[in-house]
């Protein structure tokens, strides 16, 4: 495995070589065109899931996005400080009974109203904590919302502004299949199975992991989750991340062969039967799409480019992509490491375009780029608009509440009981 730099103060992956951990200041280089270092403002108007494939994944599942229902066009056509305007007016308006939550990923027209920005992991353990407010605004996506709902008190309602913002990753484990799954290896008297789901999936899935004596994790916390793990069982089935189940399982030393990835449309995962009695982990076949793109041969020309950049990536990506990394981790770590950075490094990130341009633009005496010359956002992240964030919040100053994500009770109780098993790892 190739040495990282990883940060010992910032890693919360334990097994990555810190020898290198200095960051130094250098003489900023010239910056070559390619990597649009300055001028990643635009966004690309590309479709990532088209990009990897996932499109075809998710048809296969048959699985279409919530319907969002049309708003007046009015609302995208007025100015934009005007639609601010009213937004921060009916903000104030609402004062104490509204809690606006963004996630990094979200856009800067979008991320100015919340109240609270946060990876995954810090905005559950925020819809935990919240007992005032009777309105959260979850500028994120559809999973997000459910598990705010699920953690926060029952009078709070959770709105989704687009119940269009979904998750492809999300929707690659369906609960019938992975029932199933977990159902074969029953079958074959396959026994000590931790089911841990990551925290992008349907409710249902982490109701199912309640149940079933299991867990849920976050990009932040994967590895401290299967140390939980492995005290309770001897294997683990990991959903629907391929990527973030093999990373943190290489961190914790498992070989490679000992995680099998299961595909659902194959007989046993398309797996033997020996193959799967002798895995230590189980990986669901998903992916996310953004992160998906990420190649080992974009940090090699990053390396040719800036000598002296640093490539930091979202544990989403690929095992190769990490491995050619210095260092890796939940969209929190990636913030704290380039902050903590001297002025003057240089950084190449593998993660999603608005929240690398929101570093760029707030770290101006650090060189800080995006991996992928493209530079897709997460399409799904990017349904939430200021349009829909005002559509609904004149919804509720009427006294209506829309788009409110609710989880069955039977479902929430057992999600929670997974949910709360996450939130005390220490
Ligand atoms: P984190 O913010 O937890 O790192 O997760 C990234 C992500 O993909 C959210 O969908
Ligand atoms: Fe899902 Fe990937 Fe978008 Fe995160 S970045 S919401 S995992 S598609």
Redesign the pocket.
């Known amino acids: 495995m190739v040495a990282k730099r990883q940060d010992a103060d910032l890693a919360m992956w334990p097994n990555h070589d810190a020898r290198q951990t200095a960051t130094a200041t250098l003489e900023r280089p010239a910056k070559p065109t390619l990597w649009l270092v300055d001028a990643q403002m635009e966004l690309a108007s590309c479709v990532p899931e088209e990009g990897v494939g996932a499109y075809d994944r998710l048809k296969e599942y048959g699985v279409g996005p919530l319907r969002q229902q049309r708003i007046d066009r009015a609302y995208f056509k007025m100015p934009a400080e005007e639609r601010d305007a009213r937004i921060w007016e009916l903000r104030t308006q609402l004062g104490s009974r509204l809690t606006i939550l963004g996630?990094?990923?979200q856009r800067d027209e979008v991320i100015q109203f919340a109240d609270f920005q946060?990876?995954?992991?810090?905005?559950s353990q925020q819809a935990a904590a919240q007992s005032e407010a009777e309105f959260t605004l979850f500028c994120?996506?559809h999973?997000?919302a459910e598990s705010a709902h699920i953690l926060g008190s029952p009078d709070q309602h959770v709105i989704l502004p687009n119940l269009e913002a979904g998750?492809s990753?999300a929707d690659m484990a369906k609960p019938e299949d992975v029932e199933a799954a977990w159902n074969t290896l029953s079958d074959l008297g396959i026994r000590g199975i931790v089911p841990v789901t990551y925290?992008?999936s349907a409710a249902t899935l982490k109701a199912f992991c309640g149940r079933n004596g299991g867990i849920v994790c976050?990009?932040?916390n994967a590895p401290r989750v299967y140390d939980w793990a492995f005290d309770r069982g001897e294997r683990l089935f990991f959903f629907p991340d391929e990527h973030l189940g093999r990373n943190t399982g290489v961190r914790k030393d498992i070989p490679l062969d000992q995680m099998v990835v299961w595909d659902p449309f194959l007989p046993l995962g398309g797996n033997t039967e020996e193959q799967l009695r002798n895995a230590k982990v189980y990986l669901w076949k998903g992916y996310?799409s953004?992160?998906a793109r990420f190649s080992v041969a974009q940090i090699a020309k990053a390396r040719d480019d800036f000598p002296d950049v640093q490539v930091v990536v979202?544990?989403?990506c690929p095992l190769d992509v990490v491995q050619a990394s210095d260092f890796d981790?939940?969209?929190?770590?990636?913030i704290d490491l380039i902050r903590a950075a001297p002025d003057g490094t240089t950084w190449a990130v593998g993660?999603?375009i608005n929240l690398v341009r929101r570093l760029q633009a707030q770290m101006p005496e650090k060189t800080i780029f995006c991996l992928d010359p493209v530079i897709c956002p997460?399409s799904t992240?990017y349904r939430i608009h200021p349009a829909y964030m005002l559509w609904t919040l004149e919804h509720l100053v009427r006294g209506e509440v829309v788009n409110e994500i609710t989880v069955e009770p039977a479902i929430a109780d057992q999600a929670r009981v997974a949910l709360d098993r996450m939130l005390s790892v220490p």
Do not use: A, R
């Open positions: 996630h990094h990923y946060g990876d995954s992991y810090k905005l994120g996506v999973f997000m998750c990753m925290m992008n976050t990009s932040s996310c953004v992160h979202h544990p989403e981790g939940s969209t929190e770590y990636i993660t999603e997460c992240m």
